[in-house]
């Protein structure tokens, strides 16, 4: 299974929790979308990225997509040719959802090989020297969402390895700040299981150590706040290493709770003050989590 529908099948389920609340959910995603077909950012343009969680929240919804507009859009960014890293994994991503192995997807997907770092794994940044977790995370998400084989696996394991502190159990996103965070530790920890590959122990410990004391979970231990990005990725990583979240949910469905508005949408964390479809689907992925 593709990490995004691995996601898709747990987001699916926040309309358990939301009930009625869904349509609100659902019309706010729909209203970000421009009249080229994509789906807004902060600032109003359409844009990969946002277009990529637009689509798998309305997916998780269970609600038809826009797929006409939505393939005339991705039509006109041909096989992404001038877009960084990220935009290329997105618009592998947004063609997963509408036509599986799209027939521009091979040449995007050979653009990536560009970010390949001599260690093995990939980083989001051009001619970098080693890579990051993140980058390495939506490389291989970029290959299996369309199930071709993913070249050289095991020099993206080793890459990832690198990343690993072992005493811990947790994942840096790259060597230039050797702090493990949660992100990068969940998106390890994706990769890893995905490839059957062994997980210290003490990994969920240590992810569990991020829980805020309001609920919701920090990025690291000693993050001022927690946001929903972290708090969704950890729960997608508890789960799939089989911990259980008893002891988490109510704090998590309370600090959700603090970040969604009657628009439909969620924001990132306390300080926030702008909504955006990236969070209001990580809002649906930790709402899934914490429906089971």
């Not at 995004?4 to 747990?10: A, F, I, Y």
């Not at 990051?132 to 369309?146: I, Q």
């Amino acid at each position: 299974m593709s990490v995004r529908l691995e996601m898709l099948q747990v987001a699916r389920l926040a309309t358990k929790l939301l009930g009625e609340s869904a349509d609100l959910v659902e019309a706010y995603v729909r209203a970000q979308q421009n009249d080229d077909g994509g789906f807004a950012d902060r600032g109003g343009k359409s844009d990969l990225y946002y277009t990529s969680f637009a689509i798998d929240a309305l997916t998780a919804l269970q609600v038809e997509l826009p797929t006409e507009a939505l393939r005339a859009y991705l039509e006109a960014q041909g096989t992404g040719d001038g877009l960084d890293f990220v935009h290329l994994c997105c618009l592998v991503r947004c063609w997963s959802a509408l036509e599986r192995q799209h027939a521009s997807c091979p040449e995007t997907l050979r653009q990536l090989e560009d970010y390949r770092t001599p260690d093995g794994g990939y980083n989001q940044t051009p001619n970098a020297e080693t890579s990051s977790a993140y980058g390495s995370f939506l490389a291989y998400g970029a290959y299996a969402d369309h199930g071709y084989e993913h070249p050289e696996l095991d020099r993206l394991a080793e890459s990832l390895n690198g990343l690993l502190t072992p005493e811990l159990g947790a994942w840096a996103n790259d060597r230039s700040i050797p702090i493990p965070n949660v992100p990068a530790t969940a998106a390890a920890v994706t990769v890893y299981r995905n490839l059957r590959l062994p997980i210290p122990d003490k990994t969920p410990n240590w992810i569990l150590g991020c829980l805020h004391e309001q609920g919701g979970f920090m990025p690291f231990p000693q993050a001022p706040m927690p946001d929903l990005l972290s708090t969704a990725v950890a729960l997608h990583a508890l789960d799939g290493l089989q911990a259980p979240l008893d002891k988490v949910r109510e704090a998590c469905l309370d600090y959700i709770d603090t970040l969604w508005t009657a628009e439909g949408g969620f924001f990132g964390n306390w300080g926030d003050d702008r909504l955006d479809i990236e969070y209001t689907y990580y809002g649906l992925l930790a709402l899934g989590h914490l429906s089971l």
